[in-house]
């Protein structure tokens, strides 16, 4: 393979099974000049696997800005360079945006070398819906903030996908049943493509329990994905009664947390009260 020069490539590289690395990746780690990686040590491993001795330089979240213009101007010199992650595809959730954007604002050709995702592994074997589906990454870390996120997206009626971390697996998913429901039906994908993997598919309120109680499956790298509201009906609507503590509670808190409590307060249905919500902020009415 002859590997064009003074071209970025965005090589996907295994979530966990070694065999998943491409042979069209392994040729164009071995062809270029160098080897941008999250974490050297950790990719160094990876190519001395295969036998592939290609130089790399560390590009993570702290010194990425930094390492932009230099990198660039290696590539405007006429050499290759390939950008990978810890593991899966690059600027998921991981380093690689600043320096795909600079590239291409100095006029350099980025090409995309695509390989393992857990975000489209995990989909595939979900069993939920996945014609439309929306990625919010990681939830906030603090509590109070990963349960306000929540609530904004308690009316989104995609598929939702999250990653997670062992430490919070089990917060995350007691906030999911108590903000979106404990019936609303989701899967945990844990540990994709390696030794422990599994996919567990049941209602929020049993994944946070079972959880909860296995500490052994808390251990490991998650993929959180859970089935979309309901959509609205067509001309349905909050009631008055309901829609007046929606905009007294939108005068004084943030849309998701005026929409959840009006929830609990009234029982209106949650997806209809976020809706008439966005009407009336965008409309200038929260606060009649």
Known sequence: MSVRIGILYV?????????????????TL??????????????????????????LVSVHEHNER??????????L???????????GTPLISDPGYHLVRAAQAAGIEVVAVPGPSSLIAALSVSGLPTDRFVFEGFLPARAAARRAR????????????LFESSHRIAESLADL????????????????TKRYESVRRAGLGALAAHFAASEEERRGEFVVL??????PDAGAGA????????????????????????????GARRNVLYARALELSGDGASGA
Do not use: W, Y
């Not at 009631?239 to 307060?265: C, T």
């Open 226 to 231: 859970v089935q979309g509201a309901e959509a």
């Open 150 to 161: 929540l609530s904004e997206l308690a009316a989104e009626t995609r598929t939702l996908v």
């Open 11 to 27: 090589v996907a590289t295994p979530i966990g099974n070694l065999l998943d690395l491409s042979p069209r990746a392994q040729q």
């Open 66 to 75: 930094d390492r932009c213009a230099g990198l660039v101007g290696e590539l």
């Open 239 to 266: 009631d008055a009664g309901a829609e007046r503590v929606l905009r007294l509670l939108l005068a004084e808190l943030p849309l998701g947390r005026a929409v959840a409590l009006a929830a609990k307060i009234t």
């Open 77 to 87: 010199a006429g050499q290759s360079l390939a950008l990978v992650s810890d593991a």
């Open 177 to 192: 049943a108590e903000t979106f429901g404990p019936a609303r039906e989701a899967a945990v994908a844990r540990e994709l």
């Open 30 to 55: 071995a062809s270029v000049e160098r080897v941008a990686a999250e974490d050297t040590r950790h990719s160094g491993a990876l190519l001395r696997h295969f036998g592939i001795h290609t130089p």
